[in-house]
């Protein structure tokens, strides 16, 4: 198992009218999330792309338990449970600095030929990475 | 059954790096889709705030089919296949100029008291207006 | 001279807690314009990129008048008063439903070679389909 | 004088296909940046907005001179120059993690009241936390 917590203070505007984080600024928290997470590990997204590997969201599901506000500092926790096959399950959740849940939620990504554009199997750069996690 | 399309055409700065639509952008095009299919039946956002009714999403799904591209003309298709009681589910499907799918979802609303911030069963001027498509 | 009227419907993710449409979204708005402006006269951003040439802004200046508000339809007039050099000025005017005065401002767009991301005078291709104009 | 660097790594959907950061970002990282400004002098929007004080910008200006791209740290320094009269101008200097200068710019704010939304001079709580530096 592999996961790993930052923490994003609110922008100003990323509230709506309603006072609150806008919903829509969650799959962002989550994309923030995993890129720290691989970047961890020593897996960068642009050198992913430079070896013509891309990585697209192919499913997204989030679920709301409480409004974040401006100003919160929210720590997203990522987490990868399982060594990815032929797409990578990544899992979410979202506290407030009062230690309150905001959001839970997970993303699958698939793993792409970047000429191609055709779904593949894990890469086995990616691979070597994971492996000392499982 | 009530349903609602529209068309949105992809900004410039909706795209990322990857040169197609950030995923990110789709929950704000549901967002788009199920405020134009409130306002068909006589449903406006803002009135329903001036009566301290809020609508916040509690869930979201995205299923990915294919990437979106800028300049693309996308067609939202918003839908609500049934009267809500104490949540409102609505269904999208976005499809492109060539007629391609490109994404599935559907989002969770809970109803919201604005005051008291505690959810409620449909308000009655909501149930009214949807009540002639059920 | 060269102009071309659209309108934009404010999005709910548009406004902030202030309950007004960030400040930030006007760029975004005047890119919009521009891009019309540019579909206008049969100038596609991405057939332009894909002749390598590339018209990042150099230059952004935003006056606020007044607020504009969720729900809004917004006019945004581009305006190109003067055939491009070594860079493309536009002006941009927006106004609310009510025809009220909601910001103006203007971008300097540079001309690039989208391989060595040198500058370069206004390339032959745009020049000629702006030539009628002026 | 009164000084504030802060650092923000650019987000991947801060991207657009052109592979850098999209123009209409800096005045979001101007945003983040002021508001940082205020933090440290002890000045909270939030507190601001109870106190029915607005700050709107009235103005916005940018230069751009590189471009930034994903992944980088951008220092982001704002400045205030001159104790505010009836309108507080902000100045702005981005940079990335090679000191390379990406942009600058400023912008003015307005005072208005909350509730009758008139312009007016700088409260007196806002003062006092600035006369220190002037």
Redesign the interface.
Known sequence: MLFKSITIRV???E??????V???????YF??GR?ELFRDIGL???DL?KDNI?L?????????FR?AF??DVLTVKTILNDMPVSRMKLEYEIANQHGELITT?Y?QLAFLNGETKRPMRIPLKIKELLMPFF
Do not use: F, W
Not at 22 to 28: G, L, Q, V
Not at 56 to 64: D, I, Q, T
């Open positions: 922008r100003y505007n509230t709506d009218q309603m006072g609150i806008n919903n829509a600024n969650y799959p962002t994309e923030i890129t960068a997204y642009c792309e891309l697209p969201v192919s499913e997204l599901y989030v679920k709301y409004s401006y100003d939620g993303t």
